[in-house]
């Protein structure tokens, strides 16, 4: 990470007057005074301003998980059902799923304590693209790409357009790639239904270009800074 930017990160000053504290010389990187460009080994470079060292704040926890089918994204279950929450382990503090993944959904989800990552990914006004990898239970026809792609209408309202990629198609059903910049309720197999076709396998793989893949189903690992800052930033 740019050191002007670590040092804003860890609070001790907006990126500006980090410049400033930079082209003062008293910020040093590992015992030697640093110049503007250089960048720092989170976690492995010792940081210093006037002497004192400067550590990351955390303030937040930030997890990625990969969902299985069968567990409800809320804290607590009023049916009882197992939650995200039982697939984290015993030590993580309060944390909340980010925005909703049906019981029958799985894939990338976000956990944190942090409300401005949690509004930046929900709020529709933001259109971060989530994309999702879909089966369908019938083949999907060129006529109905073209309807998905630009726009269904759910429950009276139309859905916004959207990137919609083929990746096989046979008698049994088709493979698809759909990216949303919505989300509405259970918005993707309502989408298939309106085209009279059915989602048999529903798995989110990406928001906005952060993958699920490396985590196995019901895994679960912190995201790292760059990881939390290009979520933000999105
Ligand atoms: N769309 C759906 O239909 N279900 C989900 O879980 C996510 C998006």
Do not use: W
């Not at 209408?153 to 949303?180: A, F, P």
């Amino acid at each position: 990470m740019r050191i002007n930017k670590y040092l804003a990160t860890c609070g001790i000053a907006s990126r500006r007057a980090a410049d400033k504290l930079i082209e003062d010389g008293v910020v040093k990187i590992n015992g030697r005074v640093c110049n503007a460009g250089d960048d720092v080994n989170v976690g492995e470079d010792s940081v210093s301003v006037n002497g004192r060292i400067v550590n990351l704040v955390k303030k937040y926890d930030y997890y990625i998980m990969n969902k299985p089918k069968g567990y409800v994204c809320t804290v607590k279950d009023d049916k009882g059902r197992k939650t995200v929450m039982d697939l984290l382990p015993q030590n993580i503090k309060r944390l909340f799923p980010v925005g909703r993944l049906d019981y029958d959904t799985e894939g990338l989800l976000i956990l944190t304590n942090d409300g401005d990552l949690t509004f930046k990914l929900t709020h529709p006004k933001n259109e971060v693209p989530k994309t999702y990898l879909v089966k369908t239970e019938k083949p999907v026809s060129d006529e109905d790409l073209v309807k998905l792609r630009s726009g269904v209408y759910i429950d009276g309202v139309k859905t916004k357009k959207c990137n919609v990629r083929l990746i096989e198609t046979n008698k049994t059903g088709s493979k698809l790639h759909i990216t949303i910049t919505e989300g509405r309720n259970r918005q993707v197999r309502k989408m298939f239904e309106a085209v009279n076709n059915s989602v048999d396998f529903l798995k989110r793989i990406k928001i906005g270009d952060l993958t699920v893949s490396g985590l196995d189903r019901g895994q679960v690992r912190q995201l790292s800074v760059y990881e939390v800052d290009y979520l933000l930033n999105l």
